[in-house]
C-alpha cells in the first residue's frame, strides 16, 4: 500500500499571506499542491487573508492537514500556528512557539548560544539611532529582528557615511545591528518529526557576486550557486551540521528547517563559524536549498512534501 493511501486525503496549502515573502510563499505553494496532486491527495490551495473570521471560513469544511508553505510574518511567527491549534487542524513544519522564538533573530541567538552554538553579539536599534551614528564600529550588518529571506537586510562598510536605510523598514522597525562577519555563506537543512533525533541533511556554501544574500538573490535564478556539498574543511562541515541539529533541538523545532551560517575562512578549526539565524519554513520553490540537499540523500521534491504531510499527522 502506497503512503498516500495510508495518510489523509484532503490537504490544504496556504500559500501568499501578507509578508514581504508572499510572491516566493506562492511560488513554493505551488509547487508543494503540485507534487502532493500527483501523489493523490485531494489538494485546495489557499492565500489567507488577515483576517481571523476570513481565515476560519477559507478552512471550512476542515481538511485533514495543513501544508504551512507561508514565509515571513503571519505565516512564520507562530500567528497562523496559534490559529491553527485553536482550530484544531494538523499542519506541518514547527509549532508556535518554536516558530516565535526561531523569527525572533536575537532571541533565537540566544537561546542557540544555551547549547553552545556560537553567533555574533549584536545589539537592538532603532532606524532613527542608526540616523545618528554607527552604533558599533563598521563593518556591520543591519536586518530587521522578524524578517526572513534577507528581506531588509544591509551590510554598512568601512567608511560608508550616509543614513542607513533599506525598502520596508519602518520608523519603530526594531533592526538587529550586528558585526559582519568576513568569508563564506553556509547553510544547513535539519529534519525531524516528534520524537524523533534532528538528522542534518548536508552543507551548501553559497556563492554569489553582489554584497548580501539578498531576497532578489535567493529567489531569482542565476544570481547565486550552491555548491552542494561544500567544499570546505571536514571539521567545518562537521561542525555546521551539528551546530544546525543543535538549534532545530534546542528550539523545539518540528518538520523542515534550514539555518544559516558565517565561516571567516582565515580563522584556524571552527573557531570562526558563526550562527546567524535559523528558518523555520525553508524555500519549497525550484530553486530553494533544503530540496535541493533533500534530493542529495535520495528525497526527491514529492518524497520531501509527502514526508512533511506524514509528520503533521502524526505530530497531531
Excluded at 131 to 152: R, T
Amino acid at each position: 500500500m502506497s503512503v498516500a493511501k495510508q495518510l489523509p486525503k484532503n490537504i490544504t496549502v496556504l500559500m501568499g499571506g501578507w509578508s514581504a515573502e508572499r510572491e516566493v510563499s506562492l511560488v513554493s505553494g505551488r509547487g508543494v499542491a503540485d507534487a502532493l496532486i500527483e501523489r493523490g491527495y485531494n489538494v485546495t490551495t489557499f492565500d489567507p487573508p488577515r483576517d481571523l473570521m476570513g481565515i476560519a471560513a477559507g478552512l471550512s469544511p476542515r481538511p485533514d492537514v495543513v501544508f504551512n508553505a507561508l514565509h515571513g510574518t503571519g505565516g512564520e511567527d507562530g500567528t497562523i500556528q496559534a490559529i491553527l491549534d485553536i482550530i484544531g487542524v494538523p499542519y506541518t513544519h514547527s509549532g508556535m512557539r518554536a516558530s516565535a522564538v526561531a523569527m525572533d533573530k536575537p532571541l533565537a541567538k540566544r537561546v542557540v548560544g544555551t547549547v553552545g552554538v556560537p553567533s555574533p553579539l549584536g545589539i537592538i536599534a532603532l532606524p532613527a539611532e542608526l540616523a545618528k551614528g554607527h552604533p558599533i564600529p563598521p563593518p556591520y550588518v543591519v536586518k530587521p529582528v522578524a524578517e526572513g529571506s534577507s528581506v531588509g537586510v544591509v551590510i554598512v562598510r568601512d567608511g560608508d557615511n550616509q543614513i542607513v536605510s533599506a525598502p520596508g523598514w519602518e520608523v519603530d522597525a526594531k533592526l538587529l545591528v550586528e558585526p559582519y562577519i568576513p568569508g563564506r555563506e553556509l547553510t544547513v537543512g535539519v529534519m525531524s518529526q516528534k520524537g524523533q533525533t534532528p538528522r542534518a541533511l548536508g552543507v551548501t556554501e553559497i556563492k554569489y557576486s553582489s554584497d548580501v544574500f539578498d531576497f532578489t538573490v535567493k529567489y531569482s535564478e542565476g544570481y547565486a550557486k550552491h555548491i552542494l556539498p561544500a567544499e570546505i574543511p571536514s571539521s567545518i562541515y562537521s561542525a555546521a551540521m551539528k551546530y544546525a541539529e543543535l538549534a532545530h533541538e534546542i528550539i523545539g523545532c518540528t518538520g523542515i528547517t534550514r539555518s544559516d551560517f558565517r565561516w571567516d575562512d582565515s580563522l584556524s578549526n571552527s573557531t570562526g563559524l558563526y550562527f546567524l539565524e535559523i528558518n523555520t519554513q525553508p524555500g519549497m520553490t525550484p530553486i530553494s536549498l533544503v530540496p535541493e540537499q533533500a534530493q542529495q540523500i535520495g528525497m526527491s521534491y514529492g518524497d520531501l512534501v509527502e514526508w512533511m504531510v506524514e509528520g503533521a499527522t502524526c505530530r497531531h
